[in-house]
T-cell receptor
Framework: DAEITQSPRHKITETGRQVTLACHQTWNHNNMFWYRQDLGHGLRLIHYSYGVQDTNKGEVSDGYSVSRSNTEDLPLTLESAASSQTSVYFC???????????FGPGTRLLVL | DAKTTQPPSMDCAEGRAANLPCNHSTISGNEYVYWYRQIHSQGPQYIIHGLKNNETNEMASLIITEDRKSSTLILPHATLRDTAVYYCIVRDRGSTLGRLYFGRGTQLTVWP
């Protein structure tokens, strides 16, 4: 069955290190999204992509980058991890022209 | 910016119907109402969406008032596994396709 996966599921890193979170979907969806979820803030959009080579900034994009080299993957990179980036990160995808999003299981990131 | 208003918490007895309200008084004519839920430690899950007609699927029913300023998600026979945070989302007319804005949602607790 088609699915969306994230890896790692849990990550501990140190301040200043570069970290990459993987997101892979097998639905062949054009649209992919990264959100972070923190207590008191709900889900906030970090970056999104509408297709290969397309990336766009969301509402909390500072300190994060993404690249889209193929349809299946949208890795999220924290260039220099900060304690404020400790959070749960969710990846999602949707079919082009449709707004129903399918979410991955999440990655819990702790920055020490 | 909040586009929807939901009660922060509700509870329901197992086997009974759970009726979750949502106010969206500023909804425009082309905006859909979406419902997602998030079970603890999992990614959000799509439930149902609608424009102006009532909708039903295998998970739930969505009742939208005639003026479209409010809606109710109905879980006809709630189970313990329905305990989750339920998000009512109106797609921002000004947003690009696929972006969803999650508010605080309603924590539904189903008790035995």
């Amino acid at each position: 069955d088609a699915e969306i996966t994230q890896s790692p599921r849990h990550k501990i890193t140190e301040t200043g290190r570069q970290v990459t979170l993987a997101c892979h979907q097998t639905w062949n969806h054009n649209n992919m999204f990264w959100y972070r979820q923190d207590l008191g803030h709900g889900l906030r959009l970090i970056h999104y992509s509408y297709g290969v080579q397309d990336t766009n900034k969301g509402e909390v994009s500072d300190g994060y980058s993404v690249s889209r080299s193929n349809t299946e993957d949208l890795p999220l990179t924290l260039e220099s991890a900060a304690s404020s980036q400790t959070s749960v990160y969710f990846c999602a995808s949707s079919e082009g022209g449709r707004e129903t999003q399918y979410f991955g299981p999440g990655t819990r990131l702790l920055v020490l | 910016d909040a586009k929807t208003t939901q009660p922060p918490s509700m509870d329901c007895a197992e086997g009974r119907a759970a009726n979750l309200p949502c106010n969206h008084s500023t909804i425009s004519g082309n905006e859909y109402v979406y419902w997602y839920r998030q079970i603890h430690s999992q990614g959000p899950q799509y439930i149902i969406h609608g424009l102006k007609n009532n909708e039903t699927n295998e998970m739930a029913s969505l009742i939208i008032t005639e003026d479209r300023k409010s809606s109710t998600l109905i879980l006809p026979h709630a189970t313990l596994r329905d305990t989750a945070v339920y998000y009512c989302i109106v797609r921002d007319r000004g947003s690009t396709l696929g972006r969803l804005y999650f508010g605080r949602g309603t924590q539904l607790t189903v008790w035995p």
